[in-house]
Structures are given as C-alpha cells and as structure tokens.
C-alpha cells in the first residue's frame, strides 16, 4: 500500500504535470502569434501529453486507494519569445520535470515502495525521451537559424511530428 508521504509527493507531481500542459499550451499560442502552425501544433501536442501524464499519475493513485487531492495551477511565464528562447525554456522545463521524477523515485525506493517504483520507471523513459528530442530541435534551430527558410523547415518537421505525438497520445488513451 501507498503511504501518505508518497500520496501527496505523487499529488504534488499531478500538479507540476498540469502545470506543464499549461505551459505548453502557452507556447502553442505564443507559436500561433507568430503564425508558426507547426511549432503550435508540436507544442500543443505537448499539452495533451502532459495532460495524459497527469492522469496516468491520478490513475495510479486511484488503483492504489489513495486521495488524488487537485490543488491550483499557476499561470505559465508570460513575455514575448523567439522561437530559439521557447525551445530553451522548454528544455530548462523539461529538465525540472527530471528532477522531481527522479526525487519521486528516490522517495519510493526510500520507502522500499516497490510499486511506486516500478509505475514510475515509465516516467524516467519518457523523460530521457523528451529531453532529447527537445535539445535536437534546439539543436537543429541553433544551426539551421530561426529566421527564414531554415525556420520554415523545422516548423514544417515540428507539424510532422505532432502528427505522431498525437497518433500516440490517442493510442495511449483509447487503449485497453
């Protein structure tokens, strides 16, 4: 069984996921302002998949017959970014979110939460997974430019691969 202690951490972390989905949806308008339609559509597939974090998380706690206590979500950083300064706000984000998953893991290991552990390995996959792909479109930027040509490219690639985050973020939710 679940204790208390862990309980909320993981309530705490449903929080951050929600707020990431904010965030996300902030930079998705903010790409839409600078009529950058795939940038947009990446980061607002970004969105969903940080909603569907949060409820992997309320799920588990739920099957463990613990309180999922929702707590307020503060509004994303306002201020005008290029799209090179969203990528590397992303990247601080995402790697923020690391931490807390990794100190999530140290606490059920702590706790010799085995369950909590092994539900929580997926969150350290995706984390590596999301931190690579946004220092290779950060990378990609930096080279390539975010003006002109070089930016109409990768915001063209960004389309593309919304178009796969949500073919998996529909996957995911319509499952079994």
Do not use: C
């Not at 204790?3 to 309530?11: D, F, H, P, R, T």
């Not at 996300?24 to 998949?49: C, I, Q």
């Not at 990794?102 to 369950?115: F, G, I, M, R, Y």
């Not at 690579?132 to 990609?140: H, Q």
């Amino acid at each position: 069984m679940i204790s208390k202690e862990m309980a909320a951490a993981i309530n705490a972390q449903i929080n951050r996921e929600f707020f990431s989905a904010y965030y996300y949806l902030g930079l998705s308008a903010k790409a839409e302002d600078a009529n950058l339609k795939g940038t947009a559509a990446w980061f607002l597939a970004k969105h969903g998949e940080e909603m569907g974090h949060a409820l992997k998380m309320y799920h588990y706690l739920i099957d463990q017959e613990a309180p999922v206590e929702l707590s307020t979500v503060d509004a994303p950083p306002a201020g005008t970014q290029n799209v090179v300064e969203m990528f590397e706000s992303t990247l601080h984000h995402e790697r923020g979110v690391t931490r807390a998953i990794n100190d999530l893991v140290d606490q059920a290991l702590s706790e010799k939460d085995h369950a909590t552990n092994v539900f929580l390995q997926w969150f350290i996959t995706e984390q590596i997974e999301e931190e690579a792909t946004v220092s290779d479109i950060l990378g990609r930027l930096k080279l390539f430019g975010d003006q002109g040509q070089g930016l109409l490219l990768i915001d063209n690639e960004l389309a593309q691969l919304a178009q796969g985050m949500n073919t998996t973020i529909d996957a995911a939710t319509t499952g079994p």
